[in-house]
């Protein structure tokens, strides 16, 4: 299995988690580490909406909550023909915790996509400017 099909097929099984109660569809995150460590996600929707929270953060806060703090890639899980890439909200979570990650966007089946989370987010706000 190559490293990146282990990371896709982790967010995969993260999905089977997901708790999409309103919308029904269902994401699944997988961050690498640094280290080569993988810490997954899965998006949690909440009966006010609001409060719902995508994968793609669901993993990072978990990652930098096991103390993570450098990391490679992220893939991202969905069934859909098209490619599923991380909302705006996610890609400003994701630069500023993870800076320029490789993005890997796939469904069930392969990859639909492969980005650079600089080119999904041009001109980003971050601590640099404050
Ligand atoms: N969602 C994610 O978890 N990640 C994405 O990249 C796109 C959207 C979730 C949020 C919500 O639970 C559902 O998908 C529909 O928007």
């Known amino acids: 299995m ?6 896709i097929d982790a967010a995969r099984q993260a999905r089977a988690h997901a708790v999409a109660s309103f919308s029904g569809f269902k ?4 961050l690498e580490t640094s280290t080569g460590e993988i810490v997954t996600g899965c998006n949690i ?8 929270i995508c994968a793609e ?5 978990k990652a930098l909550s096991d103390g993570h703090h450098h990391f ?20 400003q979570i994701l630069w500023e915790f993870g ?3 490789e993005v ?3 469904n069930l089946t392969g990859t639909t996509g492969i980005h650079r989370l600089k080119d999904l987010l041009p001109l980003p706000f971050d601590a640099r400017l404050l």
Not at 2 to 7: I, Y
Not at 45 to 52: D, F, R, V
Not at 78 to 89: E, I, K, Q, R
């Open 57 to 61: 953060r669901v993993a990072m806060f």
């Open 104 to 106: 890997v966007l796939a």
């Open 72 to 91: 490679t890639r992220v893939a991202i899980v969905a069934d859909t023909v098209a490619p599923t890439p991380p909302c705006g909200a996610c890609r």
């Open 2 to 7: 190559t490293a990146s099909s282990r990371l």
């Open 27 to 30: 994401v699944g995150a997988a």
């Open 99 to 101: 800076g320029d990650l």
């Open 45 to 52: 929707e909440n009966a006010t909406y609001g409060l719902t």
